[in-house]
């Protein structure tokens, strides 16, 4: 069953990752010299393969040029590799699973209320940073997160919250940069 490329995840994904490539190469346009240079060192390229990659959604043939098999395959005379009979059965497995459920991942399938709570997670975190700053919203969140998710005690998430807000705080100073202090100790709202 061949669904259309507007009903697979990958299409969907591309599409986002795109718009965000674009948004970061038209930002980096405002931006003084100097500055603009990585951006566009870092959107330019992405924008060219994801181009390809939506291109590949809808033309197989150079969809196939992404495609990675972690599996042993023939070289180019036809010939197969040394194999030992279990890595030709595997391979065989996998094949035939392949040419069985002969489908890829459609929107249907997505489990939209884990990823619609794992996104609100993620703008909650970003309001309690501005609200109270990095250390007290990372210490809040990778506890509740460890805790809720991860099945951790209240004791072993207090100390991965502590070792994640200790990680955090000393790249900060390794990189000499100021960790947001957050609204409610001080700090001003960032020019969004």
């Not at 330019?44 to 033309?59: R, S, T």
């Not at 391979?91 to 699973?97: C, F, G, M, P, T």
Request: proline share 5%; aromatic share 10%; glycine share 10%.
């Amino acid at each position: 069953m061949t669904s259309k490329p507007w009903q697979r995840v990958s299409f969907w994904v591309t599409i986002a990752l795109a718009l965000f490539a674009v948004t970061i190469a038209l930002a980096s346009l405002g931006l003084k010299r100097d500055a603009k240079a990585l951006p566009q060192l870092i959107s330019f390229p992405l924008l060219v393969v994801l181009g390809l990659l939506l291109v590949g959604e809808f033309v197989p043939r150079v969809q196939s040029f992404f495609v990675i098999s972690w599996l042993p395959t023939a070289t180019p005379g036809g010939e197969n590799l040394d194999l030992t009979e279990e890595q030709e059965l595997e391979r065989e497995l996998v094949e035939a699973e392949r040419e069985e459920t002969g489908r890829e991942v459609l929107l249907r399938d997505i489990p939209w209320r884990l990823v619609s709570l794992v996104f609100m997670g993620i703008v909650l975190y970003g309001l309690m940073v501005l609200a109270a700053g990095f250390i007290v919203a990372g210490l809040a969140f990778s506890m509740v997160f460890v805790r809720g998710f991860g099945g951790a005690t209240w004791q072993g998430a207090t100390l991965l919250g502590i070792g994640t807000v200790g990680t955090m705080y000393a790249l900060a100073l390794l990189l000499r940069a100021d960790l947001y202090p957050g609204m409610l100790f001080g700090g001003k709202l960032p020019p969004f």
